[in-house]
């Protein structure tokens, strides 16, 4: 499970603010008197904390922190489809024992950009695309402030940005990542830190936000998601002297292996099921498209004919489409190109002494042949 796996990279940054700020900002952090977040004495208690859901992981954590949510799985029949529900998620927080700090890991999901869609006007943004929502590829800082810190902090007041940092160095290891793992397309990646500040419930707060975006463009059919998204909270001024537990924390993550085995097997039969399941719809996406485009060619063939007189017929000697008169109901012809035309339903050229004549259709209009 690749949210695990990385944690320590990708949080590193998200209490470090003063390391990825300018020069002169992370010069004048260095010189602060840093503050311990330990209680008097310098001593903290640290406890392993088994993740409660599936016991994926262990890790440290002060004595008097509690853990909640955890591992996550979408029910692909609830859910509209599979796209999220091949892999396992993390939804899963730490908090301190007076509820002051707060560490969250963010379920990783799949988005479509309808661009890249064959039947795109179908499926507008925010509509359900085979279990993903539709919405347009975004910046990891566009995805920290839309995703993550306006629905998380509804009613923040007085925010203020003290960090906005783009981390190429994050980039650069997703892309590493993908060059091992040797995937047959070519993945893009972002990934951005913002840190806030702001007031909330009578309090002030410090926040840092981390994301990273792989997208994968128009081979992927739109296909895009966010990775190891994570933030940190904590009172107004504490968010540095925080480091040195948080540090611990998130490299004491252990993976548990039995865990591990079972997912990864887990998620080569799922892969396979959706596989099947993406290639169904993206077929159904084309036949919809071709239905729409030969509907289309049809009214607009048949609004031709409206204004000419004309009508298009099967002639039953040849076999081929013809274009005769449309002031009559019926059309008889024979093997000489001969026509014969009438509003009366029950006429029948044989009996009139007219032999070799046979009943000309109507071509068959799509899509109610």
């Not at 940054?13 to 952090?29: K, L």
């Amino acid at each position: 499970m690749r949210l695990v796996l990385l944690l320590a990279v990708c949080t590193a940054a998200c209490v470090r603010p003063a390391d990825s700020a300018a020069p002169e900002q992370a010069n004048a952090a260095k010189q602060a008197p840093a503050r311990s977040a330990a209680p008097a004495g310098g001593i903290v208690r640290f406890k392993r904390i088994v993740e409660p859901r599936e016991g994926a992981f262990t890790m440290l954590a002060p004595a008097d922190w509690r853990a909640s949510g955890g591992i996550v799985r979408v029910n692909p029949l609830n859910s509209g489809g599979a796209l999220n529900s091949l892999g396992a998620k993390l939804d899963f927080t730490l908090t301190s024992g007076d509820g002051r700090v707060t560490m969250r890991w963010y379920p990783e999901t799949n988005y479509v950009d309808n661009r890249y869609m064959p039947a795109a006007a179908m499926f507008p943004p925010g509509s359900n695309y085979n279990g993903a929502m539709v919405w347009p590829v975004e910046s990891a800082f566009g995805y920290i402030e839309k995703a993550m810190f306006s629905r998380q902090r509804q009613g923040a007041a007085g925010v203020q940005v003290k960090l906005r940092q783009r981390l190429q160095q994050a980039v650069d290891g997703y892309q590493k990542v993908a060059q091992m793992m040797q995937l047959p397309i070519r993945l893009n990646y972002d990934a951005a830190l913002i840190v806030v500040a702001y007031s909330q419930g009578g309090a002030q707060w410090e926040e840092a936000f981390y994301t990273a975006i792989q997208d994968m463009g128009q081979v992927g059919m739109g296909l895009w998601s966010n990775k190891d998204s994570f933030s940190v909270r904590a009172p107004a001024g504490q968010l540095e002297a925080l480091r040195p537990v948080i540090d611990l924390m998130l490299h004491s993550v252990k993976l548990n292996p039995t865990w591990v085995r079972g997912e990864i097997q887990g998620q080569i039969q799922r892969g396979e099921i959706a596989r099947r399941t993406q290639e169904e719809i993206a077929r159904l996406d084309r036949e919809i498209v071709e239905h729409r485009r030969r509907t289309n060619a049809e009214i607009q063939n048949q609004m031709h004919h409206n204004i000419m007189g004309t009508e298009e017929y099967v002639n039953p000697v040849t076999k081929e489409v013809e274009v005769g008169s449309n002031q009559w109901n019926h059309r008889w012809v024979n093997q000489n190109g001969e026509a014969i035309y009438t509003d009366d339903p029950n006429y029948d050229p044989a009996r009139a002494g007219l032999d070799g004549f046979h009943r000309s259709p109507v071509r068959k209009r799509f899509p109610d042949r």
